[in-house]
Nanobody, 124 residues
Framework: QVQLAESGGGLVQAGGSLRLSCAAS????????MAWFRQSPGKGREFVSS????????YCADSEKGRFTITKDNFKNTLTLQMNSPKPGDTPIYYC?????????????????WGQGTQVTVSS
């Protein structure tokens, strides 16, 4: 089992920056890829970005390309999401997720482990 714990959420102004972190523990050698998803009130979970754990191959949703950057630290078993200029008027909860597969997936059903989430509020 892999346990995931997000941190770093909070209030950010439009045009500002926020950095989310996700600490992985447990059977971390089994990590193949990790991802960030988000869910706004009344909506489904939406893919944000993903990275393969060994190769570092990345993929970002078109809506966030150029503004959000996903990175990883294999030694600290930490995943991060640097968010620059997040869109205002939304209060999504950001989740990190992991899979054993060493591939990029954009659908939530491909990820077997999830954190509890961290909320981000973007003010205008």
């Amino acid at each position: 089992q892999v346990q995931l714990a997000e941190s770093g959420g909070g209030l950010v102004q439009a045009g500002g920056s926020l950095r989310l972190s996700c600490a992985a523990s447990g059977r971390t050698p089994s990590l193949g890829a990790m991802a960030w998803f988000r869910q706004s009130p009344g909506k489904g979970r939406e893919f944000v970005s993903s990275i393969t754990w060994l190769g570092g191959r990345r993929y970002c949703a078109d809506s966030e390309k150029g503004r959000f950057t996903i990175t990883k630290d294999n030694f600290k078993n930490t995943l991060t999401l640097q968010m620059n200029s997040p869109k205002p008027g939304d209060t999504p909860i950001y989740y990190c997720a992991s899979t054993r597969a060493r591939e990029i997936f954009t659908t939530e059903n491909k990820y077997g482990h999830w954190g509890q989430g961290t909320q981000v509020t973007v003010s205008s």
